[in-house]
């Protein structure tokens, strides 16, 4: 009797799929233009397609494929920091110094006021499911909540080419609130749960020291004649020194940021700042042509990825995981919600709920975060469960309300 042997596909032939859907996630959406759904969902459903959720062609645990997904996530952190415009934003807080009546729209301050009303939300909300003995820590569960998918923000924006604007600076800095100083106060809190105060909760912060001697430092190249001459003579399409060391600068924060034993996606959002901050060209060709690089290979791999990795069989499976699922959406949308109220104050109706529903977005930081609950015995696997689906229904559905309510891509207060 001769055996049939039974073809396993290889790791490049994975690659290979997920760039075909990749590719044909956009021509497919734009051929449904009523639905008005991001990219970026699209190429999460199609990651769901092809993995153990429905065909299992793909299982996303090769090395070289969970490199990808790391590597996508960082270059997002990345691409999120370069979006900063401190231009713009210097030019707002002039504009709000010379009317201080306008300071309550600035960007900074709806920000950190709207950060600051999520994570009470949240502590009250985790007060109450630490009552009902539904979880053990309410401080983590708290910054849990607190989360937003700055990974689908940024996307999304830049698809509605919204992210230049006042607006899409005010959603994209309050996206950065929430992501970047809740994944500080879980590190910090981890780290105290599982050593008490000790140095090592204070590490991260060399991270900002460095970003700020690199910034000096690239101030007073930037002033050289004879450095100015150097990368102006070899920005010719072989040599393309400035991407070189603009990539050069993005693993290297990755590394130290590693090496101080801090989150991989918080080194590379500050290697994406140290560019902003050093762009000087108005066209600012180089962080295009980053940005091109990022979009075209390794942030749709990343996305396709991420749907690649979700199994819905093994969350359906646990009746309590599925008991706690509306709970959990109903509590991630109010801590949301709720606090972007405020944008009403320098937006519309319109734009206010639309900020809303984006920022109600979560995917890999709450994720992540409720893993590393999860190994400190803060959660139990059914409430991870539970916060997993929760992250793929609002990271679904948050960014395709956000289209209904923007489908013509601009921002009224223009």
Same mark, same amino acid.
């Given at each position: 009797?001769?055996?049939?042997?039974?073809?396993?596909?290889?790791?490049?032939?994975?690659?290979?799929?997920?760039? #075909?859907?990749?590719?044909?996630? +956009?021509?497919? =959406?734009?051929?449904?233009?009523?639905?008005?759904? +991001?990219?970026?969902?699209?190429?999460?459903? !199609?990651?769901?397609?092809?993995?153990?959720?429905?065909?299992?062609?793909?299982?996303?645990?090769?090395?070289?494929?969970?490199?990808?997904?790391?590597? *996508?996530? *960082?270059?997002?952190?990345?691409?999120?920091?370069?979006?900063?415009?401190?231009?713009?934003? *210097?030019? =707002?807080?002039?504009?709000? *110094?010379?009317?201080?009546?306008?300071?309550?729209?600035? +960007?900074?301050?709806?920000?950190?006021?709207?950060?600051?009303?999520?994570?009470?939300?949240?502590?009250?909300?985790? &007060?109450?499911?630490?009552?009902?003995?539904?979880?053990?820590?309410?401080?983590?569960?708290?910054?849990?909540?607190?989360?937003?998918?700055?990974?689908? @923000?940024?996307?999304?924006?830049?698809?509605?080419?919204?992210?230049?604007?006042?607006?899409?600076?005010?959603?994209?800095?309050? !996206?950065?609130?929430?992501?970047?100083?809740?994944?500080?106060?879980?590190?910090?809190?981890?780290?105290?749960?599982?050593?008490?105060?000790?140095?090592?909760?204070?590490?991260?912060?060399?991270?900002?020291?460095?970003?700020?001697?690199?910034?000096?430092?690239?101030?007073?190249?930037?002033?050289?004649?004879?450095?100015?001459?150097?990368?102006?003579?070899?920005?010719? !399409?072989?040599?393309?020194?400035?991407?070189?060391?603009?990539?050069?600068?993005?693993?290297?924060?990755? @590394?130290?940021?590693?090496?101080?034993?801090?989150?991989?996606?918080?080194?590379?959002?500050?290697?994406?700042?140290?560019?902003? #901050?050093?762009?000087?060209?108005?066209?600012?060709?180089?962080?295009?042509?980053?940005?091109?690089?990022?979009?075209?290979?390794?942030?749709?791999?990343?996305?396709?990825?991420?749907?690649?990795?979700?199994?819905?069989?093994?969350?359906?499976?646990?009746?309590?995981?599925?008991?706690?699922?509306?709970?959990?959406?109903?509590? !991630?949308?109010?801590? &949301?919600?709720? +606090?972007?109220?405020?944008?009403?104050?320098?937006?519309?109706?319109?734009?206010?709920?639309?900020?809303?529903?984006?920022?109600?977005?979560?995917?890999?930081?709450?994720?992540?975060?409720?893993?590393?609950?999860?190994?400190?015995?803060?959660?139990?696997?059914? @409430?991870?469960?539970? =916060?997993?689906?929760?992250?793929?229904?609002?990271?679904?559905?948050?960014?395709?309300?956000?289209?209904?309510?923007?489908?013509?891509?601009?921002?009224?207060?223009?």
């Amino acid at each position: 009797m001769v055996s049939i042997p039974t073809w396993h596909i290889t790791t490049f032939e994975s690659l290979m799929l997920v760039l #075909l859907a990749s590719f044909l996630v +956009p021509i497919i =959406i734009s051929r449904f233009k009523r639905i008005e759904m +991001p990219i970026v969902v699209g190429e999460i459903i !199609a990651g769901m397609i092809l993995g153990p959720s429905l065909l299992g062609i793909i299982d996303g645990q090769g090395e070289i494929l969970l490199f990808f997904r790391k590597f *996508g996530l *960082g270059y997002l952190m990345f691409i999120a920091g370069m979006e900063i415009d401190f231009t713009m934003i *210097g030019k =707002i807080s002039k504009s709000a *110094g010379e009317a201080k009546a306008k300071m309550m729209s600035h +960007p900074l301050f709806l920000a950190s006021i709207t950060f600051f009303l999520t994570l009470l939300l949240s502590v009250i909300i985790s &007060k109450g499911l630490e009552e009902r003995e539904l979880i053990e820590n309410p401080w983590m569960f708290a910054l849990i909540l607190s989360t937003t998918s700055l990974g689908v @923000v940024l996307p999304v924006l830049k698809e509605k080419g919204l992210s230049e604007t006042l607006f899409g600076q005010t959603v994209l800095m309050s !996206a950065l609130f929430a992501d970047f100083l809740t994944m500080l106060l879980i590190s910090i809190l981890a780290t105290y749960l599982e050593g008490g105060i000790n140095i090592e909760m204070m590490l991260v912060f060399f991270l900002f020291l460095a970003c700020a001697i690199l910034y000096r430092t690239g101030i007073v190249a930037q002033q050289s004649t004879r450095i100015n001459k150097l990368f102006d003579d070899l920005s010719h !399409a072989t040599a393309q020194i400035k991407l070189r060391a603009s990539l050069a600068i993005f693993v290297g924060f990755i @590394v130290l940021a590693e090496f101080l034993n801090a989150e991989m996606i918080l080194g590379a959002f500050v290697a994406g700042v140290v560019i902003s #901050l050093l762009t000087t060209s108005p066209d600012r060709k180089v962080e295009k042509d980053l940005e091109a690089f990022g979009f075209s290979f390794f942030i749709p791999v990343f996305f396709v990825l991420v749907g690649v990795g979700f199994d819905i069989r093994e969350l359906t499976a646990s009746n309590e995981a599925l008991l706690l699922v509306p709970v959990l959406l109903v509590a !991630a949308l109010v801590v &949301k919600f709720i +606090p972007t109220l405020l944008f009403r104050i320098s937006f519309t109706w319109t734009e206010t709920i639309a900020a809303g529903s984006l920022l109600s977005a979560r995917l890999s930081l709450i994720i992540a975060a409720s893993l590393i609950a999860l190994d400190l015995g803060i959660v139990t696997p059914a @409430v991870n469960s539970a =916060i997993i689906l929760v992250a793929i229904i609002t990271v679904t559905l948050s960014p395709i309300l956000f289209s209904q309510l923007m489908p013509n891509g601009k921002s009224e207060e223009e």
